[in-house]
């Protein structure tokens, strides 16, 4: 049977754009059902195109709900932005579908990194967080914790010393435990009586225990009271909602509340009871939610399914500490007797120190006297303490030393404090002391008090009439008048010329020394003759004349003098005569009488045919040989006079005794060691007893040695003896030569000449144009700043650079450079927070020039604070001018 059928005629509808179909195996699907419901028309759909249009018809006729979803669905996960938007309004609804367990378990990981995450990021949020959470408690606990100390203080000092209070001492030490928690242990007497577990939210009692024979009124109207009561401090003091009330003291009676998540626990406790009782309770109240937390939760006055919490607040009620009965404290009776007796001792023992004070009281008021009526000495305050004595009040230096007025006094030097602020004394002798050291006057003057006035009378050239009547004007107002209205003024050129007669007369009048020669020409003196070794110094003659040595030009000849005074020196010196033999000159003779060895006696003839023709006759026939005793004695005087022949020794006293040879005198530490010149005297070392002290000689030799340990001449000067005279040659800076010149004014007065004429200043140009640049060169500061700002480090590191080549240039010259950093500051401020800070900014420069290479030796620093502006401070630029370092050089 055959039937035609009419072609398939669909809606037409506009065409898929998805191409993720498979087209040509949905046409094959298509024909294939075809055939099946129709196969005599099988040939009709054989060849049927893949994209006729009959087909997409179809296909959109059965999918075309799916692909428009399949599309959307793609499109979304496509976008980012889109499927976030999905999910998330979803996502609400799947976390509080799922389980609890579940969405736990997939969240931890993410919120543990999320959180861990935030909190390297801002640690602040979770502390904002936390903070209203922690900061309660532990306050809480820091109250608690102080209430138990002083708790355990005061029961510890309230039984210290009682028989109880050494038994738990013992105790203590028995158990390992401290003794305050011993004495809590028996001391505090208390019981909990009530136990009352409150809701929070709805103030209802939930459950109460008593403890036995304790009487209450309703727990129920109890529970509300304390309700209403929190909730009353909380409404009038405007309190947090999570703070509560801890504690309720009335009479007696105690009420500890411990307020948790849920519910509130209050005890009620008769007695003093301890802190530790805190975390009893706070124990029980925390078992109580960790196993009923859900019932608390829900609870609405119906108590059955909190059945088991009553036997959790029968722990608290059960908390009590009985009293003990004490006995008589025989112990401490003992103690009272004993601290009786110790205190009847102590009294005693204070009473005899008090009558010894006393007398060591009366000794010092003696000695304050004795100060009081020294010239010089004013006592301002002085008193008598703890054993010890004070003093204190002003003192002129050229006063009497207290220290020195002690001796006779009977008064322990060890137990004087003194402290004494020097003044000048205005009291006549002191001021002429004063006048004489500073003036230095002349010979031809003489100063002295007359009726409370200093007079000076005599002759002195101007200037020094000029310099004392600048000292007149100076005196200070109160003090003694200094009248030098009687001093005659003289003419320098012949007052010089006067002493230097007066020298040479002194000269020509001095035994061994013949002048030839002398004149004055173009302000010099010349002189010149013969000399004996053995006269004295022309040069140490000129000490007193008042002539200047280095205008002094003197040339003499060494000579013998065959004068008898000289040949006995030179005896002397030669022969070294022992005690037993005297030398003397008798109508120009020289004898020679006592005893002598044998030895010595035939130097003596030796010397005696050696004496020169025409000078005094050497007699020694009166001279008789003695014992090997005064061999001994012969051998120790040639050591003495070798002693005394040695420049820097000089022998005050010596003398033989029981076999022993004793000498003492003074020595300069540069001279030779008198032990050593023992060495070939034949005097035995062990038999001889020395005692010398130290003194400075002024002989040229040990000068110069001084003079080279003090002045560290540079390398381009040289210091040489000259005739007696020590003279200066070379090149030195000028600070050099005015420390070289006060050297040599300071030596005049003693007889020795320094001569620094030949002395040339060291020619230092270059390093005066760098040193003028490295003084104009300022380091600026803010106000109220110790270090300076990023600005000055250029000019920090231009200094750094001048001042090393400016110290490596000075030490080429032969001179050392110092660098003095000097801190300033302006008015703002108080003065002694501005001389501080004025002295930090110049350490801190030094450290910054010291990070930069210059040598930490070269700086010196100071703080000027106010007192050296650079410019007023009421200039426009003055307070910031003002706050600077500046730099100063000096050489040495």
Not at 53 to 69: A, F, G, K, W
């Amino acid at each position: 049977m055959t039937s035609t059928v009419d072609p398939i005629s669909l809606p037409q509808r506009t065409a898929s754009n998805d191409t993720e179909i498979d087209r040509e195996a949905l046409a094959r699907l298509l024909v294939e059902i075809a055939r099946n419901v129709d196969p005599d028309y099988r040939a009709r759909f054989d060849g049927v195109p893949t994209a006729d249009p009959r087909m997409e018809t179809l296909r959109q006729l059965l999918v075309s709900r799916e692909i428009s979803e399949l599309s959307r669905v793609t499109h979304l996960l496509d976008e980012p932005e889109q499927l976030a938007a999905a999910v998330g309004d979803v996502l609400p609804i799947a976390v509080a579908r799922a389980t609890h367990a579940q969405l736990g378990e997939a969240l931890a990981p993410a919120v543990e990194r999320a959180v861990q995450r935030s909190i390297q990021k801002s640690p602040r949020t979770l502390t904002d967080i936390l903070y209203p959470v922690f900061l309660p408690a532990i306050r809480k606990s820091i109250g608690e914790k102080i209430d138990q100390t002083f708790q355990s203080l005061n029961e510890t000092l309230r039984h210290i010393f009682t028989w109880h209070g050494l038994k738990w001492r013992f105790e203590a030490w028995r158990t390992g435990a401290s003794f305050s928690e011993v004495v809590l242990k028996h001391s505090l007497i208390y019981r909990v009586e009530h136990a009352f577990l409150i809701n929070r939210n709805s103030g209802l009692l939930i459950a109460h225990v008593a403890a036995d024979n304790a009487t209450s009124e309703d727990p129920q109207l109890i529970s509300s009271m304390l309700s209403a009561i929190q909730d009353f401090v909380k409404d009038s003091f405007n309190e947090r909602e999570q703070s509560g009330l801890d504690t309720i003291r009335f009479g007696d009676l105690r009420l500890w509340s411990e307020v948790g998540p849920f519910a509130t626990l209050v005890s009620v406790i008769r007695g003093n009871p301890p802190e530790e009782l805190h975390e009893i309770v706070r124990d029980v109240l925390l078992r109580i939610h960790e196993e009923c937390s859900q019932a608390l939760v829900e609870f609405d006055g119906d108590s059955s399914q909190l059945a088991g919490v009553e036997a959790q607040l029968r722990t608290c009620v059960e908390q009590k500490q009985e009293e003990s009965n004490e006995g008589f404290p025989w112990l401490v009776a003992a103690v009272a007797l004993l601290f009786l007796i110790l205190a009847g001792g102590w009294f005693f023992l204070s009473w005899q120190s008090g009558q010894r004070w006393q007398a060591y009281v009366s000794r010092w008021q003696a000695y304050v006297s004795r100060l009081e009526a020294q010239p010089g000495i004013i006592v301002a305050e002085q008193q008598a303490r703890d054993g010890q004595f004070y003093i204190a009040g002003l003192r002129d230096p050229l006063a009497a030393d207290p220290q020195s007025l002690l001796s006779g006094t009977q008064v322990d030097p060890a137990r004087v404090h003194s402290q004494w602020q020097f003044y000048q004394s205005l009291q006549p002798e002191f001021v002429l002391k004063r006048l004489k050291a500073s003036l230095a006057p002349p010979d031809s003057v003489r100063l002295s008090i007359d009726n409370e006035r200093i007079v000076a009378e005599g002759e002195a050239p101007d200037t020094w009439i000029d310099r004392a009547r600048a000292a007149a004007r100076q005196l200070s107002a109160g003090g003694p008048e200094f009248d030098i209205s009687t001093v005659r003024d003289v003419s320098p050129e012949v007052l010089e010329a006067k002493r230097w007669q007066a020298y040479v007369s002194r000269l020509e009048a001095q035994p061994g020394i013949i002048v030839a020669q002398q004149k004055i020409r173009d302000g010099r003196f010349y002189i010149a003759g013969l000399r004996d070794p053995l006269a004295d110094d022309p040069q140490s003659l000129l000490s007193g004349t008042q002539v200047d040595p280095a205008r002094v030009h003197s040339q003499w000849q060494f000579y013998q003098s065959l004068e008898p005074e000289f040949v006995l020196k030179r005896l002397t010196a030669s022969l070294y005569p022992p005690d037993t033999v005297r030398l003397s000159i008798v109508n120009n003779r020289i004898i020679a009488e006592g005893e002598a060895p044998d030895t010595w006696i035939d130097r003596a003839r030796a010397a005696a045919r050696q004496l020169s023709a025409g000078g005094p006759e050497f007699d020694i026939s009166k001279v008789r040989d003695v014992s090997p005793e005064a061999r001994a004695a012969e051998h120790w005087q040639y050591y003495v006079s070798r002693l005394e022949a040695q420049p820097g020794i000089v022998v005050a006293q010596q003398s033989t005794r029981g076999g022993h040879f004793y000498i003492s005198g003074l020595r300069d530490p540069l001279a030779a060691d008198p032990q050593a010149l023992l060495s070939g005297t034949e005097v035995d070392p062990a038999r001889v007893h020395s005692q010398w002290q130290f003194y400075q000689s002024l002989d040229p030799k040990f000068v110069v040695k001084r003079l080279t340990a003090s002045l560290t001449p540079p390398k381009s000067v040289r210091l040489s003896i000259i005739q007696g005279r020590i003279v200066v040659v070379g090149e030195a800076p000028a600070a050099w030569i005015d420390r070289a010149q006060a050297a040599a004014e300071q030596l005049s007065a003693d007889g020795v000449v320094l001569d620094v004429s030949q002395l040339r200043e060291l020619d230092l140009a270059e390093l005066n144009h760098l040193r003028e640049s490295i003084q104009t060169t300022d380091i600026f500061f803010s106000s109220g700043k110790v270090v300076p700002g990023p600005e000055q480090t250029p000019v920090l590191d231009r200094l750094a650079d001048q001042i090393k080549e400016f110290a490596q240039n000075a030490r080429k010259s032969g001179v050392t450079a110092r660098f003095m950093l000097t801190g300033h500051s302006d008015t703002t401020g108080r003065e002694t927070a501005n001389a501080s800070i004025s002295a930090a900014r110049a350490e801190t420069v030094r450290a910054l020039l010291n990070k930069r290479g210059v040598a930490p030796e070269l700086l010196l620093v100071r703080g000027a604070g106010t007192f050296e502006p650079a410019v007023p401070e009421n200039s426009q630029a003055g307070s910031s001018t003002n706050r600077r370092v500046s730099v100063t050089v000096n050489l040495d």
